[in-house]
C-alpha cells in the first residue's frame, strides 16, 4: 500500500501516518528523515544533498526524487510506504509519478486531511514545546500537569516561532499558492481521499482506515 498524506501544516497528517504505518506495518517516510539519514551515512547521494543545504539552498527535485527512490527500494518498504512532506508542488508531483512509473509502480491512495485556515491557526497557537528535552503539549487538548512546566524534564515551556499565529499564517499562504493543487492533481488520477481533519484524533484516524480497507 503506497500512501501520500496531504493537508495543510498542523493538519495532524504525521500524527495519522505515525498510526497507519503502525497499523499496516509500513514505513514512515518524510523528506527530512532521508537526508539526515543520508548525510549522516555520508552517502554519495547525502554529499550532494547536504552541498545544497549548507550553502541555505533547496536541494533540487531531481536530487530529492534519487533520495527517494532509493529509499523506497529498501527492503521495509516491500509491502509499502507512506509518504510526508514530499511532493509539495506539482512539478515534484509529476516526477515522482514518473519515477514510479519507470519501475512499473503507482501510487495507491493521497489522503488529503482537510482543517480550515482559522481552525489550524488556533491549534498551532495552543501548542507549546519544551526546548529541553523536545517533548509537545498543547494548552487545550494535551496540557502539561503544571502551566508551562515539561511533564518529563521539568523545564520551562515556550510558544515556538513556527507556531505563532502570524508565522502559522505565511506558512499557510504558501501551502495554498504550492501545495494545495495537489489536492486537484491526484483528484485527477482518481486516489485522492479526503477526511474531515476537524474532529479528534480518533476519529480521523477511523476515517482514514475505512477509506485504506482493514
Known amino acids: 500500500m503506497k500512501i501520500v498524506m496531504l493537508g495543510a501544516p498542523g493538519a495532524g497528517k ?22 539526515r539519514a543520508n548525510i549522516k551515512e555520508g552517502t554519495e547521494l547525502g554529499k550532494k544533498a547536504k552541498s545544497y543545504m549548507d550553502q541555505g539552498l533547496l536541494v533540487p527535485d531531481s536530487l530529492t526524487i534519487d533520495l527517494l527512490m532509493d529509499r523506497i527500494a529498501q527492503a521495509d518498504c516491500k509491502n509499502g510506504y507512506i509518504l510526508d512532506g514530499f511532493p509539495r508542488t506539482i512539478p515534484q508531483a509529476e516526477s515522482l509519478t514518473r519515477a514510479l512509473a519507470e519501475k512499473g509502480e503507482k501510487l495507491d491512495y493521497a489522503v488529503n486531511v482537510d482543517v480550515p485556515d482559522e481552525n489550524i491557526v488556533n491549534r498551532m497557537g495552543g501548542r507549546r514545546a519544551c526546548l ?51 489536492i486537484e492533481y491526484y483528484e485527477a488520477e482518481k486516489i485522492l481521499a479526503t477526511v474531515d481533519g476537524t474532529q479528534d484524533m480518533e476519529r480521523v484516524f477511523q476515517d482514514i482506515i475505512a477509506v485504506l480497507g482493514a
Open 14 to 35: 504525521g500524527t495519522q501516518a505515525d498510526r497507519i504505518a503502525e497499523k499496516y506495518g509500513i514505513p514512515h517516510i518524510s523528506t527530512g528523515d532521508i537526508f
Open 132 to 182: 529541553k528535552c523536545g517533548a509537545t503539549y498543547h494548552i487545550a487538548y494535551a496540557a502539561p500537569k503544571a502551566e508551562g512546566i515539561c511533564d518529563k524534564c521539568g523545564a520551562g515551556l515556550v510558544l515556538r516561532d513556527d507556531d505563532k499565529p502570524e508565522t502559522v499564517q505565511e506558512r499557510l499562504t504558501v501551502y495554498h499558492d504550492q501545495t494545495q493543487p495537489l
